[in-house]
C-alpha cells in the first residue's frame, strides 16, 4: 500500500493543476464543441452533407465529450466539497449507485444498515467502484455488467459493508501495489481516477474502501460508520 505522504504529494500536485485544466483546456475544448456545432448546422442548411464531413465531425464531438469526462473527473477528485454526513440508508445509495448499470446482482438486506454518510459523496464513490468492475467483465458503452458483478450489503461490527465483486481477470501485484492512487490505471483509454476518488471519499467519512482476496477476479469492500 503506498505511503501516505505519497498520496498527498499528489493530492497536492492535483490541485495545482486543476486550475489550469479547468481555464486553459476546458475552455478552448468548449470554443471547439461550439465551432464543430456551427459548422453542422451550416453543412447540413440544403440537405445535402458529405458523408466523410458528417462522421469527422461526429469523431470530433465524440471525443470532445470524452476529454470532457476526463477533466470532470480530475477536477472532481481535485475540488471533492468536504463530507457532510448525516443519518442516511445505505440500500439506497448502492441503489442509487448501481441505477446507471444493466444487468447487475444486487445482494440487499430487507432493512438496510443505518449509516454516517454523505450520501451524494458515497453514491458517487460506490458508483466509481461498481463502474470499476463493469469495465473489468468488459461492460459495454451501455455499461452493461452482463451479470458478472454481484454488490452485496451487510453489518460487520460497528459498520455497513458493501461488497462490490467481479468475474474479471483480477488484479496483479503489481496494479494491487498501486490501486488506490490517481492516474493508476491499465485500462487503454482510463485514466485512473475511479478508486483514488473511493478512497478519498471513504478517507473523509473515517471509513475505508480496501480490496480483498477473492476466489476470481476481484473484490472490493467499501465500510461506513454505523448509526448507533
Known amino acids: 500500500m503506498p505511503e501516505k ?3 498527498s504529494n499528489i493530492d497536492e500536485a492535483i490541485k495545482l493543476i486543476a486550475p489550469i485544466i479547468s481555464h486553459e483546456v476546458r475552455n478552448p475544448l468548449a470554443i471547439i464543441g461550439n465551432s464543430s456545432y456551427f459548422i453542422k448546422t451550416k453543412l447540413g442548411k440544403d440537405g445535402n452533407v458529405d458523408a466523410k464531413v458528417e462522421r ?3 469523431i470530433i464531438e465524440m471525443e470532445l465529450v470524452h476529454a470532457n469526462d476526463v477533466f470532470e473527473k480530475i477536477l472532481g477528485y481535485a475540488r471533492m466539497p468536504e463530507a457532510k454526513p448525516k443519518a442516511g440508508d445505505l440500500n439506497r445509495m448502492v441503489s442509487d449507485a448501481c441505477a446507471a448499470f444493466k444487468n447487475i446482482k444486487t ?3 430487507k432493512a438496510g444498515p443505518n449509516v454516517s454518510a454523505d450520501a451524494d459523496l458515497v453514491v458517487r464513490a460506490i458508483k466509481c467502484v461498481v463502474e ?3 469495465q473489468a467483465v468488459g461492460g459495454t458503452e ?6 458478472k458483478v454481484k454488490v452485496a450489503v451487510k ?3 460497528k459498520t455497513g459493508v458493501v461488497s462490490i465483486e ?4 483480477g488484479l496483479s501485484p503489481d496494479c494491487l501495489a498501486r490501486l488506490f492512487l490517481p492516474f493508476n490505471t491499465t485500462k487503454p483509454r482510463g485514466i485512473g481516477m475511479g478508486l483514488a476518488y473511493a478512497r478519498k471519499v471513504l478517507d473523509r467519512h473515517k471509513g475505508t474502501v480496501t480490496s480483498e482476496k477473492a476466489k476470481s477476479g476481484a473484490k472490493f469492500k467499501i465500510a461506513l460508520p454505523l448509526v448507533l
Open 5 to 7: 505522504a505519497d498520496l
Open 107 to 109: 445482494d440487499l438486506p
Open 56 to 58: 469527422h465531425l461526429g
Open 142 to 147: 451501455t455499461a452493461d455488467a452482463q451479470g
Open 155 to 157: 453489518k460487520e461490527g
Open 132 to 134: 470499476n468492475a463493469v
Open 166 to 169: 467481479d468475474a474479471g481477470p
